[in-house]
């Protein structure tokens, strides 16, 4: 795992004979943004079944809309840091 980087910043789980690893920060980060996109979404669709609170499930989507756009810059912001580790990894050898 050298050429990756540290070992600390990534976690492992270990399901029998397989191992997954994944950059900690960034996967957790994309993670919480998804289930809560997810969950901003499935309340407000629920909401839109009773008239009173049809105007909360507007902003939960308004909500869950721009967490999706979110993601994306999630995963620039990764592949920036992970372009700059990999340039400076690249001139160091």
Do not use: A, C
Not at 28 to 33: A, C, G, P, Q, R
């Amino acid at each position: 795992m050298s050429e990756m980087g540290r070992k600390e910043d990534y976690g492992e789980i270990e399901i029998g004979k397989y191992e997954l690893f994944f950059k900690k920060s960034y996967k957790v980060i994309n993670t919480i943004n998804d289930f809560l996109i997810g969950i901003w979404f499935l309340i407000g669709s629920i909401l839109f079944f009773y008239d009173s609170l049809k105007n909360t499930g507007i902003w939960l989507f308004i909500l869950g809309s721009v967490q999706l756009l979110i993601r994306p810059t999630i995963k620039l912001v990764h592949d920036f840091h992970l372009r700059k580790y990999l340039k400076e990894g690249y001139h160091n050898k």
